[in-house]
């Protein structure tokens, strides 16, 4: 691992601990009535977030496709089509680990993690950014780019979606959900390897979810849509 990929860990690991110090901190100075206020979290949530990419995208930039630098990439026609089969395989995968994990140990489906992050945007939509945007792009730069590549040069590609999807779940803190993360993990560095590029997995994740929460942030939008759809589909019939 070279070194500004330490340092990547490194800002990333202290943007996701500086909560415990920025949000008392917003309550310090006035910015929330209440410490534990959401408004609190969202305000330090998008300023960490934000900083944290900056930060790392400065230190990736020289890194280029670790560890696939030297390798010849996809073009990038096929790499788009890469990205649209990465949504596909995400979402499959997702249904059906998820599908597994319920008839095999009675593990409900759906995740906290992400009903959160949907009721919290709910109440303030720029929140959205956060986990449809700049998580993903932090994500898959951090568990893909760096954790997987840097074990799947020194052992394989089962072993390297394992372990990085295990450090992904307890990040996430929903190790119940370990075979939906390593399914998805593995769809992500799949798609990784064949392309050689990471904005390949970057704009998957994005995609998938954004797609993911569209339903429930915009949901009489999506059903004005709908309706359309159906009144055009009706007209050309």
Known sequence: MVKQHWWILITYILMQLSGFVGIPLL???????????????????????????????????????????????????????????????????????????????????????????????KSFPYFVFVFTVIGPILEEIVFRQIIFGAIYQRFNFLIAVFVSSLIFGIVHGELEHMFIYTSMGAVFAYIYIKTKRIIVPIAAHVAMNTLAAAPAIFPDQLQDFQNNLQQMIGGFS
Request: glycine letters at 8%.
């Open 27 to 121: 309550h310090a100075i006035g910015v929330t009535d209440d410490p534990l206020a959401i408004e609190g979290f969202v305000i330090w949530s998008l300023t960490s977030f934000s900083i944290g990419l900056i930060i790392v995208l400065i230190l990736s930039r020289n890194s280029g496709d670790y560890p696939f630098r030297k390798a010849e990439k996809k073009p990038v026609s096929e790499s788009i089509g890469w990205i649209v089969i990465g949504i596909v395989l995400a979402f499959s995968v997702q249904v059906v680990a998820a599908f597994i994990e319920m008839k095999l140990f009675n593990i409900e489906p759906g995740s906290k993690n992400t009903e959160q992050l949907i009721a919290v945007t």
